[in-house]
């Protein structure tokens, strides 16, 4: 692995909700914190931040789980990296991670991951590192997946233009899911604060990044089909995200879900 470049981007990993899908696992346990191969859940999503050289992570749980979290991560400073802690006491929809870290992100840009997403292999860091360097903006990371009616899709047209994003549609028009992966700039938690919650009683993230959307100041970076991601929010995601992570590790894949080797590459610890 390349030692990253360090960034002035911040992280934010949301790992609250209730994992109501992973029940009756979660029943005791945060869902961000079951074992996906040999390692919780929470430790992929927060390698990539690293990998993308992101060393300021602010980690956002319930009242319940927050201490767990607390006692795996620490500080950070094993890790060459420094961590806040915030509490959702009510999940209120993704948006609401923005909102809750305002304070964290002052004027930075953000890379927004969500604690039960896995990425792995293509271009991914490299192209997060892209998109935090715009000055302006919000991207989304967008891949290519059969069952799009699970997930929210954005719709192009023929030049690449991003037509229109929806949340789970029952006819999707499109073949492109919004992954578990933003970055957005500093008007982030402005635009998230001034949502209103859709009939599920939550705020969207289709409907924040609509708010960049209209404004012109929207990107979608289309991931390679060599990109593997999972959502790993279901018994049968999950299983699936363990074996494919099981057979990466085989095949040499040693940084996957580390944090403490990326960070020795990284040159943060010795």
Known sequence: MKRSPETEARGILLAGGTGSRLAP????????????????MI????????????????????????????????SGETLGVNFEY???????????????????????????????????????IERLGTAIREPEGATLFAIEQPNAEQYGVVEFGGDGEILALSEKPKAPKSSWVITGAYVFDRHAAEFAAALAPSARGETEMTDLLECYRSRGLLRADCLEPKTRWFDAGTPKTLAAAAQAVGEARQAGNTFLGKPGRIASANGWIA
């Not at 696992?25 to 919780?40: A, N, R």
């Not at 931040?49 to 602010?58: D, E, K, N």
């Open 43 to 74: 430790c992929y999503p927060l390698a990539t931040l690293m990998q993308a050289g992101i060393r300021h992570i602010l980690i956002i749980s319930t009242p319940t789980h927050l201490a767990e979290y607390k006692k795996l991560l620490g």
């Open 25 to 40: 696992l979660t029943d005791q346990m945060s869902k961000h914190l079951l074992p996906v191969d040999e390692t919780p």
């Open 86 to 124: 915030a509490e959702q006491k009510h999940p209120e929809g993704l948006p609401q991670a923005l909102t809750i870290g305002s304070a964290f992100m002052k004027s930075h840009p953000v890379v927004l991951m969500l604690g039960d997403n896995i990425f792995w292999g293509g271009s991914l």
